[in-house]
Protein backbone atom coordinates (compact mmCIF):
# COMPACT_ATOMS: atom_id res chain seq x y z
CA UNK A 1 0.00 0.00 0.00
CA UNK A 2 2.14 3.18 -1.01
CA UNK A 3 1.27 6.14 0.43
CA UNK A 4 -1.48 8.19 -1.01
CA UNK A 5 -3.51 4.97 0.03
CA UNK A 6 -2.37 5.34 3.34
CA UNK A 7 -3.79 8.88 3.80
CA UNK A 8 -6.62 8.70 1.95
CA UNK A 9 -7.62 5.56 4.16
CA UNK A 10 -6.61 7.47 6.83
CA UNK A 11 -8.57 10.55 6.14
CA UNK A 12 -11.96 7.85 5.45
CA UNK A 13 -11.58 6.47 8.46
CA UNK A 14 -10.91 9.73 10.33
CA UNK A 15 -14.31 11.18 9.13
CA UNK A 16 -16.19 8.02 9.77
CA UNK A 17 -15.17 8.24 13.54
CA UNK A 18 -15.91 11.69 13.75
CA UNK A 19 -19.46 11.37 11.83
CA UNK A 20 -20.10 7.72 14.17
CA UNK A 21 -19.30 10.20 17.38
CA UNK A 22 -22.40 13.15 15.94
CA UNK A 23 -24.76 10.07 15.45
CA UNK A 24 -23.55 8.81 18.99
CA UNK A 25 -24.00 12.21 20.67
CA UNK A 26 -27.42 13.47 18.48
CA UNK A 27 -29.15 9.65 19.35
CA UNK A 28 -27.57 10.12 23.10
CA UNK A 29 -28.53 13.95 24.21
CA UNK A 30 -31.82 14.38 22.06
CA UNK A 31 -33.19 10.95 20.97
CA UNK A 32 -33.44 8.78 24.01
CA UNK A 33 -34.08 11.36 26.75
CA UNK A 34 -37.26 12.29 24.43
CA UNK A 35 -38.26 8.98 23.81
CA UNK A 36 -38.38 9.92 20.00
CA UNK A 37 -38.35 6.72 17.99
CA UNK A 38 -37.90 7.85 14.14
CA UNK A 39 -36.83 4.31 12.92
CA UNK A 40 -33.40 2.14 12.77
CA UNK A 41 -31.84 -0.07 15.48
CA UNK A 42 -32.13 3.28 18.10
CA UNK A 43 -35.55 3.65 17.73
CA UNK A 44 -36.34 0.04 18.35
CA UNK A 45 -34.18 0.44 21.92
CA UNK A 46 -36.46 3.51 22.56
CA UNK A 47 -39.64 1.31 22.25
CA UNK A 48 -37.59 -1.74 24.33
CA UNK A 49 -36.70 0.62 27.33
CA UNK A 50 -40.22 1.62 27.54
CA UNK A 51 -41.90 -1.77 27.59
CA UNK A 52 -39.69 -3.35 29.65
CA UNK A 53 -37.22 -0.85 31.33
CA UNK A 54 -33.46 -0.56 30.93
CA UNK A 55 -31.37 1.91 28.93
CA UNK A 56 -31.91 2.42 24.74
CA UNK A 57 -28.39 2.79 24.83
CA UNK A 58 -27.63 -0.95 26.21
CA UNK A 59 -30.42 -1.76 24.34
CA UNK A 60 -29.07 -0.44 21.23
CA UNK A 61 -25.50 -2.15 21.69
CA UNK A 62 -27.04 -5.46 22.38
CA UNK A 63 -28.91 -5.68 18.95
CA UNK A 64 -26.12 -4.18 17.12
CA UNK A 65 -23.79 -6.88 18.42
CA UNK A 66 -26.39 -9.64 17.63
CA UNK A 67 -27.03 -7.78 13.74
CA UNK A 68 -23.13 -7.81 13.28
CA UNK A 69 -22.92 -11.61 13.95
CA UNK A 70 -26.03 -12.34 11.92
CA UNK A 71 -24.35 -10.13 9.51
CA UNK A 72 -21.10 -11.86 9.51
CA UNK A 73 -22.74 -15.91 8.98
CA UNK A 74 -25.00 -14.76 6.47
CA UNK A 75 -23.30 -12.31 4.41
CA UNK A 76 -19.44 -13.07 4.74
CA UNK A 77 -17.64 -11.01 2.52
CA UNK A 78 -20.45 -8.93 1.36
CA UNK A 79 -20.30 -7.19 4.54
CA UNK A 80 -18.15 -3.48 3.85
CA UNK A 81 -15.16 -3.52 6.02
CA UNK A 82 -16.31 -0.03 6.70
CA UNK A 83 -19.65 -0.87 7.95
CA UNK A 84 -18.34 -3.01 10.26
CA UNK A 85 -16.09 -0.79 11.62
CA UNK A 86 -18.91 2.34 11.95
CA UNK A 87 -21.36 -0.29 13.75
CA UNK A 88 -18.70 -1.72 16.42
CA UNK A 89 -17.48 2.12 17.08
CA UNK A 90 -21.20 3.01 17.36
CA UNK A 91 -21.75 0.24 19.82
CA UNK A 92 -19.22 1.00 22.14
CA UNK A 93 -19.56 4.73 22.10
CA UNK A 94 -23.50 4.03 23.21
CA UNK A 95 -22.60 1.86 25.90
CA UNK A 96 -19.45 3.72 27.05
CA UNK A 97 -21.09 7.07 26.95
CA UNK A 98 -24.53 6.73 29.80
CA UNK A 99 -20.78 6.07 32.16
CA UNK A 100 -18.58 8.05 31.17
CA UNK A 101 -21.67 11.17 31.06
CA UNK A 102 -24.46 10.90 33.13
CA UNK A 103 -27.36 12.14 30.97
CA UNK A 104 -30.75 11.42 33.07
CA UNK A 105 -33.79 13.77 31.39
CA UNK A 106 -33.94 16.08 28.24
CA UNK A 107 -31.75 18.55 27.73
CA UNK A 108 -34.10 21.74 27.61
CA UNK A 109 -37.76 22.13 28.48
CA UNK A 110 -38.52 22.61 24.19
CA UNK A 111 -39.24 19.09 22.89
CA UNK A 112 -39.93 20.20 19.03
CA UNK A 113 -36.40 21.83 18.97
CA UNK A 114 -34.18 18.65 20.29
CA UNK A 115 -36.83 16.86 17.96
CA UNK A 116 -35.81 18.71 14.95
CA UNK A 117 -31.53 18.72 16.15
CA UNK A 118 -32.42 14.46 17.00
CA UNK A 119 -33.43 14.25 12.83
CA UNK A 120 -31.14 16.97 11.27
CA UNK A 121 -28.33 15.38 13.46
CA UNK A 122 -28.99 11.34 12.30
CA UNK A 123 -30.15 12.33 8.70
CA UNK A 124 -26.59 14.50 8.06
CA UNK A 125 -24.78 11.31 9.19
CA UNK A 126 -27.23 8.61 7.62
CA UNK A 127 -26.07 10.57 4.71
CA UNK A 128 -22.59 11.17 4.91
CA UNK A 129 -22.01 6.90 5.59
CA UNK A 130 -23.93 6.22 2.12
CA UNK A 131 -21.79 8.92 0.38
CA UNK A 132 -18.72 7.15 1.51
CA UNK A 133 -20.32 3.38 0.72
CA UNK A 134 -20.64 2.82 4.68
CA UNK A 135 -23.44 2.80 7.15
CA UNK A 136 -24.06 2.30 11.03
CA UNK A 137 -24.97 -1.29 10.81
CA UNK A 138 -28.36 -2.45 12.78
CA UNK A 139 -31.69 -2.23 10.18
CA UNK A 140 -29.01 -1.96 6.88
CA UNK A 141 -28.02 -5.44 7.42
CA UNK A 142 -31.19 -7.07 7.72
CA UNK A 143 -31.87 -5.15 4.30
CA UNK A 144 -28.93 -6.68 3.12
CA UNK A 145 -30.04 -10.01 3.88
CA UNK A 146 -33.47 -9.13 2.58
CA UNK A 147 -31.72 -8.44 -0.70
CA UNK A 148 -29.50 -11.45 -1.10
CA UNK A 149 -32.49 -13.67 -0.31
CA UNK A 150 -35.25 -12.00 -1.44
CA UNK A 151 -37.33 -9.63 -3.70
CA UNK A 152 -38.48 -7.49 -1.51
CA UNK A 153 -37.99 -4.16 -1.93
CA UNK A 154 -35.42 -2.80 0.35
CA UNK A 155 -36.24 0.86 0.68
CA UNK A 156 -40.09 0.05 0.94
CA UNK A 157 -39.31 -2.61 3.34
CA UNK A 158 -37.35 -0.92 5.91
CA UNK A 159 -39.47 2.25 5.05
CA UNK A 160 -42.38 0.13 6.48
CA UNK A 161 -40.55 -1.53 9.56
CA UNK A 162 -39.59 2.06 10.74
CA UNK A 163 -43.23 2.89 10.07
CA UNK A 164 -44.50 0.54 12.28
CA UNK A 165 -41.43 1.38 15.37
CA UNK A 166 -43.41 5.05 15.06
CA UNK A 167 -47.05 3.47 15.17
CA UNK A 168 -45.49 1.40 18.50
CA UNK A 169 -44.31 4.55 20.32
CA UNK A 170 -48.19 5.94 20.32
CA UNK A 171 -49.19 2.82 22.23
CA UNK A 172 -45.87 3.37 24.89
CA UNK A 173 -45.08 6.41 25.09
CA UNK A 174 -48.86 8.22 24.63
CA UNK A 175 -50.17 10.76 21.55
CA UNK A 176 -47.24 13.45 21.71
CA UNK A 177 -44.06 11.48 22.24
CA UNK A 178 -46.28 9.45 18.96
CA UNK A 179 -47.04 12.45 16.74
CA UNK A 180 -43.22 14.02 17.79
CA UNK A 181 -41.60 10.86 16.44
CA UNK A 182 -44.20 10.85 13.36
CA UNK A 183 -42.78 14.49 12.61
CA UNK A 184 -39.08 13.49 12.64
CA UNK A 185 -39.58 9.66 10.85
CA UNK A 186 -41.35 12.10 8.07
CA UNK A 187 -38.60 14.97 8.20
CA UNK A 188 -36.04 12.58 8.01
CA UNK A 189 -37.03 10.44 5.16
CA UNK A 190 -36.79 13.63 3.03
CA UNK A 191 -33.73 15.25 4.64
CA UNK A 192 -31.64 12.55 4.01
CA UNK A 193 -32.13 12.99 0.11
CA UNK A 194 -31.49 16.60 0.23
CA UNK A 195 -27.97 16.08 2.22
CA UNK A 196 -26.84 13.85 0.06
CA UNK A 197 -27.76 15.73 -3.09
CA UNK A 198 -25.71 18.53 -1.88
CA UNK A 199 -22.77 16.35 -0.74
CA UNK A 200 -22.60 15.15 -4.25
CA UNK A 201 -23.34 18.42 -5.77
CA UNK A 202 -21.27 19.47 -9.34
CA UNK A 203 -21.57 21.88 -12.05
CA UNK A 204 -22.22 20.71 -15.35
CA UNK A 205 -20.48 23.60 -18.00
CA UNK A 206 -21.30 23.98 -21.38
CA UNK A 207 -19.43 26.50 -22.88
CA UNK A 208 -19.52 28.10 -26.62
CA UNK A 209 -16.52 29.83 -27.63
CA UNK A 210 -14.54 31.35 -30.24
CA UNK A 211 -11.17 30.56 -28.41
CA UNK A 212 -11.25 27.36 -26.94
CA UNK A 213 -7.93 26.04 -26.21
CA UNK A 214 -6.78 28.22 -23.00
CA UNK A 215 -9.62 27.23 -21.55
CA UNK A 216 -9.17 23.75 -22.22
CA UNK A 217 -5.89 23.86 -20.65
CA UNK A 218 -7.20 25.22 -17.96
CA UNK A 219 -9.11 22.66 -17.37
CA UNK A 220 -6.46 19.82 -17.71
CA UNK A 221 -3.94 21.86 -16.29
CA UNK A 222 -5.33 23.68 -13.25
CA UNK A 223 -8.74 21.50 -12.32
CA UNK A 224 -7.15 18.17 -13.18
CA UNK A 225 -10.28 17.37 -15.05
CA UNK A 226 -10.74 16.53 -19.00
CA UNK A 227 -13.55 18.06 -21.34
CA UNK A 228 -15.37 17.52 -24.42
CA UNK A 229 -15.44 19.40 -27.33
CA UNK A 230 -17.64 19.41 -30.80
CA UNK A 231 -17.82 22.09 -33.40
CA UNK A 232 -20.75 24.27 -34.13
CA UNK A 233 -21.94 26.85 -36.04
CA UNK A 234 -23.94 30.31 -34.63
CA UNK A 235 -26.83 30.12 -36.21
CA UNK A 236 -27.58 34.02 -36.87
CA UNK A 237 -23.82 35.01 -37.76
CA UNK A 238 -22.92 31.52 -39.23
CA UNK A 239 -19.66 31.75 -37.71
CA UNK A 240 -17.61 28.74 -36.19
CA UNK A 241 -17.66 28.39 -32.58
CA UNK A 242 -16.45 25.48 -30.21
CA UNK A 243 -18.79 23.92 -27.53
CA UNK A 244 -17.14 22.89 -24.31
CA UNK A 245 -18.75 20.02 -22.31
CA UNK A 246 -17.24 19.51 -18.71
CA UNK A 247 -17.76 18.51 -14.80
CA UNK A 248 -16.26 20.29 -12.24
CA UNK A 249 -16.86 20.37 -7.82
CA UNK A 250 -18.44 23.70 -6.76
CA UNK A 251 -15.26 25.27 -5.78
CA UNK A 252 -13.82 24.32 -9.54
CA UNK A 253 -16.82 25.83 -10.31
CA UNK A 254 -15.97 29.45 -9.24
CA UNK A 255 -12.67 29.47 -10.82
CA UNK A 256 -13.48 28.46 -14.10
CA UNK A 257 -16.05 31.08 -14.73
CA UNK A 258 -14.03 33.66 -13.39
CA UNK A 259 -11.29 32.09 -15.48
CA UNK A 260 -13.45 31.81 -19.10
CA UNK A 261 -14.96 35.63 -18.26
CA UNK A 262 -11.44 36.77 -18.39
CA UNK A 263 -10.11 34.63 -21.26
CA UNK A 264 -12.99 34.90 -23.84
CA UNK A 265 -15.46 38.06 -22.34
CA UNK A 266 -17.93 36.83 -25.51
CA UNK A 267 -18.23 33.52 -24.11
CA UNK A 268 -21.41 31.86 -23.62
CA UNK A 269 -21.66 29.32 -20.74
CA UNK A 270 -24.58 27.56 -19.26
CA UNK A 271 -24.20 26.15 -15.71
CA UNK A 272 -26.34 23.40 -14.00
CA UNK A 273 -26.12 21.76 -10.98
CA UNK A 274 -25.95 17.91 -11.15
CA UNK A 275 -25.74 15.15 -7.97
CA UNK A 276 -25.75 12.66 -10.64
CA UNK A 277 -22.50 12.59 -12.02
CA UNK A 278 -20.46 8.70 -12.49
CA UNK A 279 -17.63 8.62 -14.71
CA UNK A 280 -13.47 9.12 -14.01
CA UNK A 281 -13.03 11.43 -11.34
CA UNK A 282 -16.53 11.00 -9.76
CA UNK A 283 -18.50 8.54 -7.91
CA UNK A 284 -18.30 4.90 -9.54
CA UNK A 285 -15.25 6.63 -11.66
CA UNK A 286 -11.67 4.76 -10.79
Known sequence: MNKKNKGRILKEYTILTLITTVLVFADYVFKFPNHFTFGGVSGFSVLLSGMFGGTANTYAFVINIVLLIVGFIVLGKEFGVKSVYVS????????????????????????????VFAFLLAAACSAVFFNMDASSGGTDIIALILKKYTSIQIGKALLITDFCVVILSFWVYGATIGLFSMTGFLAKSF???????????????????????????????????????????GSYSHKDKTVILTVVNRGQ???????????????FMMITNSSEIIGNGFRGGN
Do not use: M, W
Open 88 to 115: LLCSAELEAVQYLFPFEGPLTDQPLLEL
Open 191 to 233: FVDTVIESLNLCKYFTIVSENPQPICDFIHKELNHSATVYHAE
Open 253 to 267: AVKLRNFVHGIDGQA
